[in-house]
Structure formats: structure tokens, C-alpha cells
């Protein structure tokens, strides 16, 4: 009997130690499971601080690059005939202005911006590149600043002319550019333009005309519009603004408040000294004056059978459109005999006052087998 009960009780003890077992086992599996819980609340957490941190940032982001500095009318007066057009606001850049913030800038209210490419020495006539174009056009052109380009000129032939829209066009090739192309044409003391004019050896105000449409048709003969940039002094004195601006597109500069030049100019450099969000210091304000009811011919040349932007279909996919990142965008479907066209093989489209509320528009461009450009309104609530 005594080995008997040895015996169940050696088997309770077995089944006394199995029991131990399996309870620690469960216990450390239950661990285990508590430690994988524990480490998926502690991702999930992580990732939401992420998530928050993220938002935050963002949020401080928009706060600051929202423009306390626009650019507005105020002071400035604009010729009678100018009345009914569409007033859009724009700055003209070089190496001379700091590093730039181009979104600031746009959230500004500048919806383009020329930026200079290039110059001719006054002194030497050595043609160079603008330190900062680079930078700049990419940097206009990510904001979603529509972007011309000038030359500060100084030819003093038809030749030097040609010479110098090559030289633009070479600088411009890789970028998007949706204004034209300028030759800035100055007189700037010792220079040898200047020279020039007081040596009496460019007297006729042909001599200034056959120098810059020489330099606008070569660029108009690449595929750009072209345009010159001249002062109220220059338009007057040396040129006739009235004959000039049949022939190409005038951007003048007359600063005080208002400009004086007799002939009709679709830019205007009103001040050197404008304040604006995301430059430092003075910067030189612009105004583009657009009729909304006109189509206006684009001087490069194109195919002769092209279509004509007015005879196609623009439709907005909504009737209205709130600001979101500091401006209205608008999805817009263009049709041509009830064909869809494609943005960048057809046309190009560009927005300008679509920083506010109010009425934005979309700068339809016809390219390739399309031709022209219009101002189509829309509304931003």
C-alpha cells in the first residue's frame, strides 16, 4: 500500500508540475500578446503625433506665406482709353533684387513677372547673362507667375539687334514662358548707345525703330510674341510711340502716378519702389492692361491654316471656385468642333486675379494648329 501511494502521489506531483507549465506558458504568451498590443497603441500613437505634427507645420507654412504686402492702384492713375480693361498687377526682377519668394510673391497679387535674361554691356557691348534668371523664371514659373523675359539692350545696329534675340531665345528655351519677350531699349549715361545719340550718329527716330523690330522679329520668327520696353523720355523724344506700337507690343515706363505716352501700350512700369511679400526692399510694379472683349492676335508666326482661340469652346467645370493654397484654379475643358483639345499640344492656359474674391481669369493661348489668346472670366467666391 505504501508504494501505492507513493506512487499517486508522484503522479499528482506530475500533474501538479504540468499544470505549473502550462500556466506560465499562458502567462508568458499573455505577455507576449500584452507586448504586442503595447507596441501597436505605441505606432499608432507615433503616427498620429506624426500625422499632427505634420498638419501643424503645414498650417504654420500657409500663415506665413500668405502676403501681408500687395501690390494695389493706390496712387496710380490709368489712362481714360484704359477704363474697361482688366488691370493685372505684375513686377519686373533681375540679379539686382535679393533671393526671391515666389509664392509669397504670388499670394501678392503679381500674376506675372518679366525677368531679366540677359544684357549688353554699356561700356565693352559684351552680352552676359543675368546672374539670378535661372532661379528666378523656375521659381516664377512653380508659383504659377506667368513669365516674360527681357534684354537690357544697348545694339546700336540692326545687327547687334538680331545678335541679342538670339542670345534670349537661347537662355529661354527650357522654360515655360506665357508673356513676351522684351528688349529693354535705354539710354544710360556714358554708354555707347548714348555716345552714339550725342555724336549725332543715330539722329532719325528710324534708326531706334529698325533696331528693336529688328530684334522682335527674330524673336517673333522663333514662335514668341515680342514686345519693347521703353521709357517715356525714349517713346517721345527719339521714337514715335503711335507708329511703334502698331508694329509690336509697348511697354512703357512713366513713373509719378501716371503714364503720358501718346501711343497705346499694353504694359505700364508705374513705380521702382513697390512693396511686396517675399522681396526685400523696392521692387518695380507693373500693370497689364487686358480688354475682356477682345481676342488679341499673337505676332508669331504659326501655321497659316491655324484656328483662332475665339472659335473655340470654353467651358469651367463649376460655376464658381473658392480659394484654396492661396488661389482658385480652375479645371477648364476646351472644345473645337466638338473636339476635346489638349492643354500643351492645342493651347496653353494660364490664371491671373485668382488670389481673391471676386472674378479671376484664365488666359487661353492657342498653340501649333491653334492661334490667338483671350481673357476668360470666372467667378471665385
Known amino acids: 500500500m505504501a508504494r501505492v501511494d507513493r506512487y499517486k502521489s508522484d503522479e499528482r506531483d506530475k500533474r501538479t508540475e504540468a499544470k505549473r507549465r502550462k500556466l506560465a506558458e499562458r502567462r508568458r504568451g499573455g505577455g507576449k500578446r500584452r507586448d504586442g498590443i503595447l507596441t501597436v497603441r505605441l505606432i499608432v500613437i507615433a503616427v498620429l503625433v506624426i500625422i499632427l505634427i505634420a498638419l501643424v507645420l503645414r498650417l504654420i507654412f500657409y ?6 504686402v500687395h501690390l494695389t492702384d493706390e496712387g496710380l492713375t490709368h489712362a481714360e482709353r484704359y477704363t474697361d480693361f482688366v488691370k493685372v498687377h505684375g513686377i519686373d526682377v533681375s ?13 501678392g497679387e503679381a500674376d506675372f513677372a518679366f525677368i531679366r535674361a540677359g544684357y549688353r554691356k554699356s561700356d565693352t557691348g559684351e552680352l552676359r547673362t543675368d546672374a539670378d534668371f535661372e532661379e528666378n523664371i523656375k521659381g516664377a514659373n512653380k508659383a504659377g507667375v506667368m513669365t516674360g523675359a527681357y534684354f537690357f539692350s544697348q545694339a546700336v545696329t540692326t545687327d547687334e539687334a538680331v545678335e ?32 552714339k545719340v550725342a555724336a549725332g550718329e543715330m539722329p532719325a527716330a528710324s534708326n531706334y525703330h ?16 515680342a514686345a519693347v520696353y521703353a521709357n517715356y523720355d ?3 523724344n527719339y521714337m514715335d510711340s503711335e507708329l511703334l506700337d502698331d508694329q509690336e507690343f509697348v511697354w512703357a515706363a512713366e513713373y509719378g502716378g501716371e503714364c503720358h505716352v501718346k ?15 517675399g522681396i526685400e526692399g523696392g521692387v518695380d510694379h507693373d500693370i ?20 483662332s482661340i475665339e472659335n473655340c469652346k470654353v467651358k469651367f467645370d463649376k460655376d464658381s471656385y473658392r480659394l484654396s493654397n492661396h488661389r482658385a484654379i480652375p479645371k477648364i475643358q476646351v472644345t473645337y468642333e466638338g473636339k476635346s483639345l489638349r492643354k500643351g499640344t492645342h493651347y496653353e492656359v494660364s490664371y491671373v486675379r485668382n488670389t481673391t474674391e471676386g472674378t479671376g481669369y484664365a488666359i487661353i493661348r492657342g498653340i501649333d494648329s491653334y492661334k490667338n489668346w483671350m481673357a476668360v472670366p470666372f467667378t471665385i467666391e
Request: proline letters at 3%; aromatic letters at 14%.
Open 63 to 68: 500663415v506665413s506665406s500668405i502676403s501681408r
Open 95 to 107: 540679379e539686382f533684387q535679393d533671393k526671391i519668394k515666389w509664392k509669397k510673391v504670388k499670394s
Open 164 to 195: 541679342e534675340a538670339e542670345y534670349l531665345l537661347d537662355l529661354v528655351k527650357p522654360y515655360e514662358i506665357d508673356l513676351p519677350l522684351v528688349i529693354d531699349f535705354e539710354l544710360i549715361e556714358g554708354g555707347r548707345l548714348a555716345e
Open 210 to 225: 529698325d533696331i528693336v523690330v529688328a530684334f522682335c522679329s527674330r524673336i517673333e520668327e522663333a514662335g514668341y510674341e
Open 234 to 236: 525714349m517713346l517721345t
Open 263 to 277: 501711343g497705346n501700350y499694353m504694359f505700364w512700369q508705374a513705380s521702382e519702389d513697390a512693396q511686396i511679400a
Open 288 to 307: 497689364w492692361y487686358i480688354d475682356p472683349d477682345k481676342v488679341y492676335s499673337t505676332y508669331a508666326k504659326g501655321k497659316d491654316n491655324a484656328v
